[in-house]
């Protein structure tokens, strides 16, 4: 019960200053639903300090009642010692599994009026107690060596305590300290979400969440899931791809570690993603939020220059296509979102060559393959052609995957980064099966192009995409184009 997600819900307070029972309810069901390892009611979050003991005591109640079976923790802390000591009866009596204290005052507490709080408060427990060290609310600051007169008393069962230092080697060695002080019945859990994470990482056995209390699918996938119910696995999968593409180090965060390399995720498609960014995907286009709304960069369009002339009379080699069904499935796997959700529509091919070719020739290869995309284009109709980098390749293919067209959302960062990965994969020639550092090697041999034309088949309002790769032999090229419009 005190290691895991601690989540914290709300306790909802509506204009008129009473507690809206129901949506509390809600709340809390929300939690049990999830599975979280325990729900802590009356926190600071819980807005204890302003309620009366019998609003606390009904409150206490209804968590109870619709945690289904999930360990509920409350709030008792009070200004004076008769009513935490009511607050803690009202809680065991409503069927609470443990109970959290912070030493609250008007007056500044000296290390013996706390520990005698605590001492009298155990005293009349019949369950287990958290202690609250929350200094920025109670204005007291428990020293190490209260920690370890308190960690004695009877019924004492966890410390929540306050952000680590920010260096990580600091931050581990203060909880390895404290381990030392505590029996080892007593667990310490991290509180504060924005030091969630080095908590965890430092080796905090529980999270006390306030985040949790709304988000608790999100926070489970965080901590590694509960000890009760995984969370969605799908859930997991797509938040470590999007803490992957933040830059975040999976191996900083063991539990997420040890989820995301065991056999059993393994079986996921997203597990084929490799779980640091690749050389080719730098720093990827990734959305911008704010209260305002949302913008993100599109770095494609229609391309006007630097032209290219057609009509030479040098001799193109010999062309076979070898398009096959699942090469352009896998090809336009990056931009199927345009044609499935928005107005788009995309064109792949697979060319073999007789001979090898010259990039001075390509232009007018492309014009001769019969593609749909360049249907009418000639000497007289704008063509750029223009060599690029598979960086800029695939982050083209990462916003068209992860942001979507002209009217669609696209399928997000997880699986937009396994979409451009695939169509990258086909494009260059590497096997749907093979494994990613041999596809990036495959992608980094080829020479890439973008292209764009004047033609009916562009639509030429901001979402037009043309890629050509050639293999390093100059014997195979692979062809993308896609267009969406508002």
């Known amino acids: 019960m005190f290691t895991g997600l601690s989540a914290f819900p709300l306790t909802p307070i509506p204009g008129n200053g009473s507690v809206d029972e129901k949506a509390f309810a809600t709340l809390v069901g929300r939690l049990a639903t999830a599975r979280v390892d325990s729900i802590g009611a009356l926190g600071s979050t819980g807005s204890y300090a302003y309620l009366t003991l019998e609003e606390r005591a009904r409150v206490a109640r209804i968590a109870v009642k619709h945690a289904d079976g999930v360990p509920v923790i409350v709030g008792i802390g009070a200004l004076r010692t008769r009513q935490v000591l009511q607050a803690a009866e009202d809680a065991q009596n409503a069927g609470a599994a443990g109970v959290l204290l912070a030493p609250v005052s008007y007056q500044p507490l000296t290390d013996d009026d706390v520990f005698g709080l605590f001492e009298e408060v155990t005293a009349n427990l019949s369950i287990p107690l958290v202690i609250y060290d929350n200094p920025g609310t109670t204005h007291f600051t428990f020293t190490d060596e209260l920690y370890t007169r308190l960690a004695w008393l009877p019924k004492v069962a966890s410390i929540k305590i306050p952000a680590l230092p920010d260096d990580p080697e600091q931050a581990r060695a203060r909880v390895a300290h404290l381990r030392q002080l505590l029996p080892n019945t007593v667990t310490v859990g991290i509180s504060g979400d924005a030091a969630a ?7 905090c056995d529980a999270w006390y969440s306030v985040i949790g209390g709304t988000f608790p699918q999100s926070a489970l ?8 119910a995984a969370a969605s696995e799908e859930l997991r999968a797509c938040l470590l791809q999007e803490l992957v593409l933040r830059g975040v180090t999976v191996a900083e965060s063991p539990a997420i570690e040890a989820w995301a390399t065991s056999s059993h995720w393994g079986y996921h498609p997203l597990a084929w993603l490799p779980l640091e960014l690749s050389v080719i995907e730098e720093t990827p286009p990734l959305p911008s939020y704010s209260v305002g709304g949302a913008s993100y960069s599109i770095p494609y369009g229609p391309q006007d220059g630097p032209g290219v002339a057609l009509g030479s009379v040098t001799p193109l080699p010999q062309v076979t296509e070898t398009t096959t069904e699942e090469f352009s499935q896998a090809a336009t796997a990056a931009v199927a979102n345009w044609a499935e959700e928005s107005n788009g529509r995309s064109e792949a091919g697979m060319y073999e060559l007789a001979e090898p070719v010259e990039a001075e020739i390509l232009p007018g290869l492309l014009a001769a393959l019969g593609l749909e995309c360049l249907s009418g284009v000639g000497p007289r109709t704008p063509f750029a052609l223009s060599a690029c980098r598979p960086e800029h390749a695939w982050r083209m293919l990462f916003a068209a995957a992860s942001t979507g067209g002209a009217y669609n959302n696209g399928v997000y960062g ?12 086909a494009l260059s020639g590497a096997s749907t099966a093979a494994p990613v550092g041999e596809v990036e090697r495959n992608i980094q041999e080829c020479d890439w192009y973008s292209f764009g034309a004047a033609t009916k088949w562009f639509e030429r309002v901001a979402w037009d995409i043309g890629l050509v790769s050639v293999t390093p032999r100059a014997r195979r090229i692979a062809v993308l184009a896609a267009t969406d419009t508002d």
């Not at 994470?197 to 080796?203: E, F, H, P, S």
């Not at 996938?221 to 009760?228: D, E, L, N």
Request: avoid cysteine.
């Open 221 to 228: 996938a965080f901590t590694g899931g509960s000890s009760r």
């Open 197 to 203: 994470a080095r908590g965890l990482n430092a080796g």
């Open 414 to 425: 997880a699986y937009g980064r396994l979409a451009a990965w695939r169509s990258l994969a």
